[in-house]
């Protein structure tokens, strides 16, 4: 069990330095980052000044290690549009975009999971179909339509909610939460639709497509042969049963719910990191970039060792085959 | 004979399909004796196994007991409401399936899939239920149970949780077991274990056992009756020394023919040629009718309702005193 995730720790690591080798010729690619910071009138032993006193006259090698060194104490350097360290500006906008994430990922979760038991359970009922409908429509429908069809609706027509920004906030420590506030809770219902209805079909569809696949197992025949009660059957053995697959898929989306945000954020203007990645591309602000690269792999690398040590944790088998493997 | 546990009169099962109703069993009756092992034999598709799954209450839609009644100790089972049903499958019916590898949940712990059951069956405490589970590990003949009741079932041999299964399917003492081919997916060496095991159980507990399988040497050892089904119909039933030293039935005459013996004579085994037909084409008249040598022009218009010949019943024209012309 620990040699399984050190090996996997150590896999992760690998892939990190692979982005962080990404990351780091981004600089190299989009232009030279001096002429980013200094105005047309500056001369050229400035220029000169600048770029030893940010080490870029150094060779190739040993700036990678310096970039990889900082960035793995949480370095990114300094942003070119604001002038202020990059890991403040995320920081700072970090709350924003993982209070959106968990929530949407909860309401996708719940939702997802109820809708699809149900359908499994009652596949010819027409509230089943539906559902499948709508699942339809949320998976094909792209994110930024939704967003804007929901404020048309929501903050236009009916005008019940608002149509962007993240409402008031309270400050805990280094953290801000627009959880506590009603125009917080407010402001936070129609992101947290638009980002998680795609994870929520999915799991939907996922989660009705195992179920019945797992309703026709031997052993839920056999638990119905044993005499166990229905709802024994379906939420003691069948769910259960159903739930390893889905726990993986819905950790690996969280990556992704906090890589789509960008569109989300976006859309509704929240003062995320998505937001503040989308400004930085509009102004070459690459600091930001690759920073927002390396901190969005870093959330994939660690999502999926989370979920591969709780994929251990949920099903024996995989213990003792790991266990046995050594 | 005794009182009888399990009775089952003209059963008729249906399967609706696309291309019109099918009749997969079609009026099949037995009784199963108080303590007694019958066994159920025919080729695959035969209706062995829907018999058993009718008669705990399992068939999936979109099959359904068409017709017939099936009696568990005089209370009729065929008609009733679900949730009853229910409480009767576990506790006063035991089955068990062909694949012990895929019978038991892969997440749970063998124990807990057992009091689980016993809870759900009896009002026992937790400590007290699992005591119970210990001893019915180590009823099945599970080494060291008080430590196995804590495994999981891919810790278990194939041979061992079918013995796990098999103390599922007694753990609230029913009236009688279904064993749907239970040793088909098992080892030779390991099936004589489990068949014996099943044969102690029912004489110790008196339970009645139905021992569903295509492997007359299997029946040969265990069921005091047998019943050979064809097409959906029993064909001939009776005690089983007479059936296998006397099978009236062409086709049970067949079946016997077919087994090998031990002393060694290299004659070869008799085959019955043809196959049996398919659901949606069997034949008119006797089922059996394109298969059997000695089919006369009766076979091929009506059907052979069971007659009575000694120990034996038996569905077949040749026995019908009545002559063939009258009957037209």
Redesign the interface.
Known sequence: MLAFTLRRAIQAIGVMIAVGIIAFSMFRFAGDPVNQMVGMDTSGAERAAIRKSLGLDDPVLVQFGRYIGNAAQFKFGVSYQFRLPVTNLLIERMPATLELAIVATIFAMVSGILMGVYSALRRDSWLAHVFQAVSLIGISLPTFLIGILLIYLFSVTLGWLPSFGRGDVVRIGWWTTGLLTLSGLKALIMPAITLGLFQMTLIMRLVRAEMLEVMR???I??????????R?IHF??AL??TL?PVITVAGLQFGSVIAFAIITETVFQWPGMGLLFVQAVQNVDIPIMAAYLMMVSLIFVTINLVVDILYTI????LR?TVSRAH | MTESILSVRNLQVEFASRRGTLRAIDGVSFDIAKGEVLGVVGESGAGKSVTGLSV?G?IDPPGRIAGGEIHLAGLRIDNLPAEEM??????RI??I?Q?PL???????RVGDQII??IR??LSLSETAARRRAIDLLAEVGIPAPEKRIDG?P??FSGGMRQRV?IA??IC?EPELIIADEPTTALDVSVQAQIISLIKRLGRDHGTAVMLVTHDMGVIAETSDRVAVMYAGRVAEIGPVQDVVRNPLHPYAKGLMGAIPTLAGDDKRLVQIPGSMPRLSAIPRGCSFNPRCAFAFDRCRVERPEPLSRGTQSVACHLYDTVPAESAA
């Open positions: 197992t031997d052993y025949r056999f638990a119905r042969a044993r005499g166990l009660t229905t024994a003691g053995h259960r049963n390893v949920v099903d024996p088998r003792s | 705990i399992l229910r409480r009767i499958r576990g506790k035991g089955m399936f694949d895929t019978s038991l949940n892969p997440l749970y689980e059951t759900t069956h999981y891919h810790e299964v599922l399917a609230a």
